[in-house]
């Protein structure tokens, strides 16, 4: 089974900041498997990234996505309000989907 | 636009089992795996299983012996059941539609969540 490793738990920033968060895989994976999400609190999550830099149709150009073989970055290049959120990194591999355990980005 | 709407009973006694239904609107069931995810309050998010419109299946190992997820092609629908609950299945369940293509492997399209709590 892949794990999925989150980094770091929490980070706390300010608006306009750039933020790095950073999902590392247990083994080798495609970019092609590996997406981000963004969940607020009491909602589904949504899409951001997917195939490791590709923007959703909706997702912000502030948003991107980055990385290779086991280690992977989502980068904010300046935050804006509603993105202080919880962040997911998911992959899919042997017909299993898993998800790193999130990082939280909170207003400092 | 799809849309996704999930229902099913929000609370359950211990060794009773869950069973939530999605139904998925404005989009054929046809091309794609329908989900099951849930997420333990406070924690993250964890896959249960999916399945497609022929009925194929793959469920999560950890899962695999209390769970079975099934297709109603005809309304449209797919269902969750979890057997033999306990409090540590306590969570909010979403259901979800998931792209299995080239460079194209994500959930694109999530129901609205229901909060199942376990409890005696």
């Known amino acids: 089974e892949i794990v999925l490793t989150q980094s770091p738990g929490t980070l706390s920033l300010s608006p306009g900041e750039r933020a790095t968060l950073s999902c590392r895989t247990s083994?080798?994976?495609?970019?092609?498997?590996l997406a981000w999400y963004q969940q607020k609190p009491g909602q589904a999550p949504r899409l951001l990234i997917y195939?490791?830099?590709s923007r959703a149709s909706d997702t912000p150009d502030r948003f991107s996505g980055s990385g290779s073989g086991t280690d992977f970055a989502l980068t904010i290049s300046r935050l804006e309000p509603e993105d202080f959120a919880v962040y997911y990194c998911q992959q899919y591999g042997n017909s299993k989907w898993t998800f790193g355990q999130g990082t939280k980005v909170e207003i400092k | 636009q799809v849309q996704l709407q999930q229902w099913g009973a929000g609370l359950l006694k211990p060794s009773e089992t869950l069973s939530l239904t999605c139904a998925v609107y404005d989009e054929s069931l046809s091309g794609y795996y329908w989900n099951w995810i849930r997420q333990p309050p406070g924690k993250g998010l964890e896959w249960i299983g999916e399945?497609?419109?022929?009925?194929?299946?793959n469920y999560d190992p950890s899962l695999k012996s209390r769970v079975t997820i099934s297709v109603d092609t005809s309304k449209s629908h797919f269902s969750l059941k979890l057997s033999s609950v306990t409090a540590a299945d306590t969570a909010v369940y979403f259901c979800?539609?998931?792209?299995?293509?080239?460079?194209?492997?994500?959930?694109?399209?999530w129901g609205q969540g229901i909060l199942v709590t376990v409890s005696s």
């Open positions: 195939g490791a830099s």
């Open positions: 399945i497609n419109h022929s009925g194929n299946t």
């Open positions: 083994q080798s994976i495609g970019s092609s498997y």
């Open positions: 979800a539609r998931s792209l299995r293509q080239w460079r194209k492997y994500y959930f694109d399209y």
